[in-house]
């Protein structure tokens, strides 16, 4: 069977399957399971447009890695074939850990396991089920190979997973002002003292790249109808958790979702039994947009109205404010949601979500970007930068949001 294919990619053209090792890898029923979950969540309710997978930006992802070790190599940075592929295996595989609806439900179906946490261990199952032949794949995802640029180039600032995923989410969306120049990015890049740097020429797309993620947050990631959305799906979640925890072995959903809304999973479950991490594998958004088609017809009152909204985008109202609402405004919301919907104080909680998001572009504290000047010195993009935007970005933008129904007036 010839297993060097070609696939079409709108974003990028064609994409070329190496080797029998990715192309198997990419036929695995793990990796498979990506095409049915969205890139974005919820955001297709607010961007009729996107509608990608993680599926996409995987690929999309391993085609600007191959691009990126290829510059790198012209420029005399040594990369063997096998670093090459293990390379391109890891950040092929950095997203199989998501779960349905990626990060929106990442802490609702689970507790407090990262997509990361899963990613590693399923990246570590299939090392078992290829013989060993994903090990430097997990070294490299890991952070513990000899050259730290491969896992910078998987997991940074400024990775190879940033550069597809704001290309392709912004192509999906219709939104332009998230376009990113990846390319000129990716010629920037060279390596210093086995450490990413970016050559100074490249500091202005730098700040093309920091400026569009921004926006793109506020614009896409955190807006406003989509945390709705979100919120309304988590309370969807945490009420029919509940229903199955009291016994309500009626309610449906696939054997999968049972598992993990009877009992709450953490790392320790998914590390004791391997059981564990299979029944995951096997969720993805379709076993939650079918139990919630059925939901919407529940006896629940408090289930069937949060689906039926959801599934009508009936979306809650929701509202952004620089200072956290008060306790008695926080009351005040509750006692109107139970007399409106002739609820019990406790079960407000279902129509009414407060809390806060974001929005930081560039982290001065994580693992920063550095300029590479043409006297051989490597500062951080904020020292390097005459750029009063990119210091502006380094700060952390905080917003409160409140999220009620529409129906009722505040």
């Known amino acids: 069977m010839n297993k060097r294919k070609i696939i079409n990619d709108p974003v990028y053209g064609f994409i070329t399957i190496r080797n029998e090792l990715i192309f198997d890898i990419i036929n695995h029923p793990y990796f498979q399971r990506l095409r049915r979950i969205k890139q974005m969540g919820l955001a297709e309710l607010v961007y009729p447009g996107a509608h990608h997978t993680r599926f996409h930006h995987a690929l999309g992802a391993m085609h600007l890695m191959s691009i990126t070790l290829d510059n790198l190599r012209t420029k005399g940075v040594e990369i063997t074939d096998e670093e090459y592929e293990g390379a391109l295996v ?22 407090d396991v990262h997509h990361e946490h899963l990613s590693r261990m399923i990246i570590s199952r299939l090392n078992q089920e290829f013989d060993g032949a994903l090990s430097l794949a997990l070294e490299i995802f890991n952070g513990n190979y000899a050259k730290p640029f491969l896992h910078q180039l998987v997991s940074s600032q400024l990775d190879i997973d940033r550069l597809d995923y704001l290309k392709r989410d912004s192509f999906f969306s219709g939104v332009s002002e998230g376009t990113i120049g990846a390319d000129r990015i990716i010629k920037m890049l060279a390596v210093k003292d086995g450490q990413l740097v970016v050559e100074e020429k490249g500091i202005y797309s730098i700040e093309n790249f920091l400026s569009a993620r921004r926006l793109m947050y506020w614009q896409v990631y955190l807006h406003k109808a989509g945390v709705s959305a979100e919120k309304m799906l ?101 006692q109107k949601i139970a007399d409106t919907y002739g609820l019990q104080s406790k079960d407000t909680k279902y129509f009414f979500s407060t809390g806060q998001v974001t929005n930081n572009a560039y982290l001065t504290n994580d693992k920063k970007i550095m300029i590479l000047s043409k006297n051989g010195e490597v500062r951080d993009v904020v020292e390097a930068a005459d ?24």
């Open 234 to 334: 988590i309370s969807i979640i945490n009420r029919a958790k509940k229903l199955t925890k009291k016994g309500k072995a009626d309610l449906f959903m696939t054997e999968g979702l049972r598992f993990f809304f009877e009992k709450e999973i953490g790392i320790e479950q998914f590390a004791e039994d391997p059981k564990t991490l299979e029944t995951f594998l096997e969720l993805d958004d379709y076993d939650l947009w079918g139990a919630i088609k059925i939901w919407a017809k529940s006896d629940d009152k408090i289930l069937s109205a949060l689906c039926s909204m959801l599934l009508n985008r009936e979306l809650f109202r929701i509202k952004f404010s620089s200072d956290p609402i008060t306790k008695e405004e926080k009351e005040s919301v509750q």
């Open 90 to 111: 890891a950040i092929l595989l950095h997203d199989v850990g998501h779960g349905p609806f990626s990060h929106a439900l990442e802490f609702s179906i689970l507790k």
């Open 387 to 410: 750029l009063p935007n990119i210091k502006a970005m380094s700060k952390i933008v905080r917003k409160y949001y409140r999220c009620w129904p529409k129906d009722i007036n505040l």
